[in-house]
C-alpha cells in the first residue's frame, strides 16, 4: 500500500463491496514509537444484527493482488500481529493503540497493509477503521462480514474466526501481485452468492484454509476437480508455492455449502484410502471461482 490512502476511494470501495489488494513483502515490524489516534466508523445496530447483514443482494467479489512474501515472513506471526497482540483484543481503534506492540508495528507500511486484509474480510461493508499514523489518515474498509463481533468493543478472535479471516485472506494471494477479480464462496453469509456471480464466475480454481496466525501458520490449499494447479496464487508449479496444495478438492473436502464450493477440508491427504489419524478438517474453507478461461 502506498504511504498516503485515498480515504474517498476507499469507502467507495467498501459501499460496493469490492477493494483491490496491492499488499508489499512483510518485513520485520519496526519497534519505535509511533503517534497513533483514531476511531470506528459503523453504520448501524452494533448487536447480533451485525451477523445477519443481507450479503445475498450482492456478488461476493474482491480484487486480488496480495504477494506471495506477504505470508512467508515471520513479521506476521512472531512480533505485532500475532495472536496475543491481535486477535485476543478487539478489532477496534482503541484495542489496536494501547497494545504497545500494534501501535508500534502500524509505523510499518506493510503491517497497515497487512490490517487492512483483515479488517476487509473481517468486517462489514457498513464498518471501517480510522486510524490517524504521524499525522497522516488511514482507512481501513470492512468488507466480507466473516467475524464482525471482533469489530465490536471487547470483541476477540477466536479459533473459529482465526480461520475464517485466515481463508479469505489465502483467497487473495496472487503469484506476481496482480490484480485479478475472484468470486468468493464458503458456508458464511458474507461469502453467499449473487445471481449474476453465479453465472459469470464459474471457473472453479480450488479452496483455501488454515490460520496464518498460529506461531506455525498453516497455509492449505486444494485443487478443483480437472485443474492440476493454482496458477493465479502458486505461478507455474505447486513446489515451493506459499499454500501447502493437500490434494485434489473431491478428495480432501467432505462437503458442500450448496454453491459448488467445498468445505471441511483436510489438512493432509488420505493414505491407503483413509486420513490419517489427527487430521483437522476446516469448515472454514474458501473457494474461489474466476471468469472463464481463455
Not at 497513533?36 to 443482494?57: K, P, R, Y
Not at 484495542?95 to 473481517?122: H, I, Q
Not at 480432501?252 to 464450493?261: E, K, T
Not at 484410502?273 to 471461482?289: D, E, H, N, R, S
Request: aromatic share 6%; hydrophobic share 40%.
Amino acid at each position: 500500500m502506498n504511504e498516503s490512502v485515498d480515504r474517498l476511494a476507499g469507502r467507495q470501495l467498501a459501499s460496493k463491496a469490492m477493494m483491490k489488494n496491492s499488499i508489499l513483502p512483510l518485513c520485520t515490524m519496526l519497534a519505535c514509537t509511533v503517534s497513533v489516534l483514531g476511531c470506528i466508523g459503523t453504520e448501524g445496530d452494533n448487536d447480533d444484527d451485525m451477523e445477519s447483514v443481507a450479503f445475498t443482494q450482492q456478488p461476493a467479489l474482491t480484487v486480488n493482488a496480495l504477494t506471495v512474501n506477504a505470508l512467508t515472513v515471520n513479521a506476521l506471526t512472531v512480533n505485532a500481529l500475532t495472536v496475543n497482540a491481535l486477535t485476543v483484543n478487539a478489532l477496534t481503534v482503541n484495542a489496536l493503540t494501547v497494545n504497545n506492540l500494534t501501535a508500534n508495528a502500524l509505523k510499518d507500511p506493510n503491517a497497515r497493509e497487512l490490517l487492512k486484509y483483515v479488517v476487509s474480510c473481517a468486517l462489514p461493508s457498513s464498518d471501517h477503521l480510522d486510524l490517524t499514523i504521524d499525522g497522516v489518515d488511514y482507512v481501513f474498509p470492512g468488507q466480507l462480514s466473516l467475524a464482525p463481533k471482533w469489530g465490536l468493543p471487547g470483541g476477540s478472535c477466536n479459533t473459529t474466526c482465526q480461520e475464517w479471516v485466515s481463508a479469505c485472506v489465502l483467497a487473495r494471494v496472487d503469484y506476481l501481485g496482480k490484480e485479478v477479480n475472484i468470486a468468493v464462496r464458503g458456508a458464511q453469509i458474507g461469502l453467499a452468492p449473487a445471481a449474476g456471480e453465479l453465472a459469470a464466475y464459474t471457473y472453479r480454481e480450488g479452496a483455501y484454509y488454515g490460520n496464518i496466525f498460529q506461531g506455525t501458520p498453516v497455509r492449505d490449499a486444494c485443487v478443483a476437480p480437472g485443474r492440476t494447479g493454482l496458477p493465479r496464487v502458486c505461478g507455474p508449479s505447486l513446489n515451493g508455492c506459499v499454500v501447502d496444495a493437500i490434494g485434489g478438492c473431491s478428495d480432501v473436502c467432505l462437503g458442500s455449502s450448496g454453491y459448488n464450493n467445498f468445505m471441511n477440508c483436510a489438512d493432509q491427504p488420505k493414505l491407503n484410502g483413509q486420513f490419517p489419524a489427527g487430521t483437522k478438517f476446516y469448515p472454514t474453507a474458501i473457494t474461489v471461482f474466476l471468469l472463464p478461461q481463455p
